[in-house]
DNA sequence: CTGAAAGCGCTTACAG
DNA sequence: CTGAAAGCGCTTACAG
């Protein structure tokens, strides 16, 4: 078998507008018109609307995107796509894009400041609309299109920053332990938390900081440990071992996502004791099994579909009112799901 | 402000292959060479170098593609991107994508056979030079491009079908729970799966039976209860609750998902037993969080980044290669991991 | 080695 | 209402 013929099988023969408008017997810009719903006769339209459909005419995006000066391709750069936390934010905001006529481009970062701007460079390289970045860090300044970044801030640049609240979680978190208003009042509390300097794992250390200081409760140094820069359970574990070797243990452990609670756990029950009879356990992050653990972990709520579906908003809001030059603060509110890991529900 | 102004801010002049020609006093053909690297004059060669780099050029990928007739774009299509499965093979397949100088669009048919044809023609419109699919079963035909379809099978279809070994991976799991020879010897042993049309839910199921049939244990009616269309875990609860119900509840449960055996794991707790002791519970999806559950999970070992990075190589081969015409059919071996929640370690 | 020209597949003023 | 022409930003035969 000739190359040539392999080539013809792997590339049928497209149909383009020149051959629809030759065979309903009118000029391209009149069948491009026709075609978009512009101002043409309508025999004409219906002529040209029926050889299309008959030839299966698809117009080439490529070609429209280059002639239009607008590709109607949206960028969404996330430091890891297989991550729950950024596959399901991408989810729904891919759902908005699509609705609105946009193609998703997806990059990953590999959990790579310097991928950043690789990513950045390639997104504007394909003359990309817009961006929805999830940066990791390797991004400082506003990038040359819309831009709305989210889960870290990138403080004044973009047209937007959405992030968690996080120093409002986690005080809803200590709340819930710490305050005798509350169900509980534990005072003993540590806090297992990410080292990385991004907005999530930093805003939440300083909140559990504020939190604790708010109610007069201790602050020990060694009640403040850390899991790794990936957030494994693995770590987590590591961590919470080092708590139960302290001379007085805590009674209570907020972990700053659900993989350090996950390890956490694990640590607890290996070590013969029983959560949250021994150590309560809260989670700032909550997953989709958090019901269906043993204990039932009571977490923040998982709103990764509201963000999602928030940028995406706010990147076709920007498209549609043009730039501001301004950089939104958005903040998406916490709610606390008590479940049992903290000692409620007995 | 006018709009004008806006319009200038939102979108800096882009600088084109012509701007760098005239800077550096050449025509844009010995620029276009000179920056791909065709033959031309070592000091003309210096000058575009320089000058492009000065202005900060990046090639128009959107024309590059028109012209080349090449769009080093990527399909992949897949029913979720927000559940785990998926993200973690997009994320793989993204990664070798990626590296060889493709871009990646990504399109999710929210669990719609419909949709299946609606993401296809997207693609196809943008001209993408090969797709990687998990199709809802609304794909019968080989698309016009290169396509690996993968977890549901399209059989004859696309340049190569891969998805688990469903049946071995089955058998694996109905293995190690019945076999005297090894470490139970369980005979009521049930299933719970999924009622999709689906490669990856028919073939469990099928492989199930003939597993049970293999040994001679008996295959009750009863004991095949089926979860819902999303695999959720709360119908996981659902099916168990069906099967604690019965005047013979099973020893040992076979779950089709990872999903499944966590909803039946706390219909279990609820009722107040035990696993593994009073039922046992294997599954077929593992998951990151399979050895920090209590008990930890018996399961097949989770290869979502080989089968992701084994679509991606198998597209690029075909690039390469050209089509054969023939579909590959490749099945990823299944491997057990045996945990607790079988009974193995008490 | 280099330039002028054609063309990828479209859209959109500009005429008529 | 319709067509001829220009042009989006490139690449690549075709000449010289």
Same mark, same amino acid.
């Given at each position: 078998?000739?190359?040539?013929?392999?080539?013809?099988?792997? !590339?049928?023969?497209?149909? %383009?507008?020149? $051959?629809?408008?030759?065979? =309903?017997?009118?000029?391209?810009? &009149? @069948? +491009?018109?026709?075609?978009?719903?512009?101002?043409?006769?309508?025999?004409?339209?219906?002529?040209?609307?029926?050889?299309?459909?008959?030839?299966?005419?698809?117009?080439?995006?490529?070609?429209?995107?280059?002639?239009?000066?607008?590709?109607?391709?949206?960028?969404?750069?996330?430091?890891?796509?297989?991550?729950?936390?950024?596959?399901?934010?991408?989810?729904?905001?891919?759902?908005?894009?699509?609705?609105?006529?946009?193609?998703?481009?997806?990059?990953?970062?590999?959990?790579?400041?310097?991928?950043?701007?690789?990513?950045? !460079?390639?997104?504007?390289? %394909?003359?990309? $609309?817009?961006?929805?970045? =999830?940066?990791?860090?390797?991004? &400082? @300044? +506003?990038?040359?299109?819309?831009?709305?970044?989210?889960?870290?801030?990138?403080?004044?640049?973009?047209?937007?920053?959405?992030?968690?609240?996080?120093?409002?979680?986690?005080?809803?978190?200590?709340?819930?332990?710490?305050?005798?208003?509350?169900?509980?009042?534990?005072?003993?509390?540590?806090?297992?938390?990410?080292?990385?300097?991004?907005?999530?794992?930093?805003?939440?250390?300083?909140?559990?900081?504020?939190?604790?200081?708010?109610?007069?409760?201790?602050?020990?140094?060694?009640?403040?440990?850390?899991?790794?820069?990936?957030?494994?359970?693995?770590?987590?574990?590591?961590?919470?071992?080092?708590?139960?070797?302290?001379?007085?243990?805590?009674?209570?452990?907020?972990?700053?996502?659900?993989?350090?609670?996950?390890?956490?756990?694990?640590?607890?029950?290996?070590?013969?004791?029983?959560?949250?009879?021994?150590?309560?356990?809260?989670?700032?992050?909550?997953?989709?099994?958090?019901?269906?653990?043993?204990?039932?972990?009571?977490?923040?709520?998982?709103?990764?579909?509201?963000?999602?579906?928030?940028?995406?908003?706010?990147?076709?809001?920007?498209?549609?009112?043009?730039?501001?030059?301004?950089?939104?603060?958005?903040?998406?509110?916490?709610?606390?799901?008590?479940?049992?890991?903290?000692?409620?529900?007995?």
């Amino acid at each position: 078998m000739s190359s040539a013929v392999l080539q013809e099988r792997s !590339r049928p023969a497209t149909i %383009t507008l020149h $051959d629809v408008a030759s065979e =309903a017997g009118v000029s391209v810009a &009149t @069948a +491009s018109r026709a075609i978009r719903g512009d101002a043409v006769g309508a025999a004409t339209r219906a002529r040209v609307l029926a050889t299309a459909k008959r030839l299966g005419y698809a117009p080439n995006r490529l070609a429209q995107s280059l002639r239009a000066q607008q590709s109607m391709f949206v960028g969404v750069i996330v430091p890891d796509i297989g991550h729950g936390l950024f596959a399901r934010t991408v989810a729904a905001a891919q759902d908005v894009f699509d609705r609105a006529g946009y193609q998703v481009l997806l990059m990953n970062t590999r959990r790579s400041p310097e991928q950043d701007g690789v990513a950045l !460079r390639a997104m504007l390289s %394909t003359n990309v $609309d817009g961006l929805v970045f =999830a940066s990791y860090g390797g991004i &400082t @300044a +506003s990038p040359p299109v819309p831009t709305i970044f989210f889960d870290t801030v990138v403080p004044g640049a973009g047209d937007a920053n959405v992030a968690f609240s996080n120093r409002e979680g986690i005080e809803l978190l200590v709340g819930h332990l710490a305050d005798r208003s509350g169900a509980h009042g534990y005072n003993r509390i540590a806090y297992i938390g990410s080292p990385l300097p991004l907005t999530s794992a930093v805003e939440r250390i300083e909140g559990f900081l504020e939190a604790m200081r708010a109610r007069a409760l201790p602050v020990r140094d060694d009640y403040m440990v850390m899991g790794d820069e990936l957030w494994s359970p693995e770590s987590g574990t590591a961590a919470m071992n080092r708590l139960l070797a302290l001379d007085e243990p805590p009674h209570a452990v907020v972990a700053a996502s659900d993989t350090f609670a996950l390890g956490a756990i694990q640590a607890i029950v290996q070590a013969g004791l029983r959560v949250p009879e021994d150590v309560a356990i809260v989670s700032f992050d909550d997953t989709y099994f958090g019901g269906f653990m043993e204990p039932q972990l009571t977490a923040l709520k998982a709103i990764h579909g509201t963000v999602g579906r928030t940028i995406a908003s706010l990147l076709l809001q920007t498209f549609e009112h043009g730039r501001s030059g301004e950089s939104l603060q958005i903040r998406v509110p916490a709610e606390l799901i008590v479940r049992h890991s903290c000692g409620c529900h007995g």
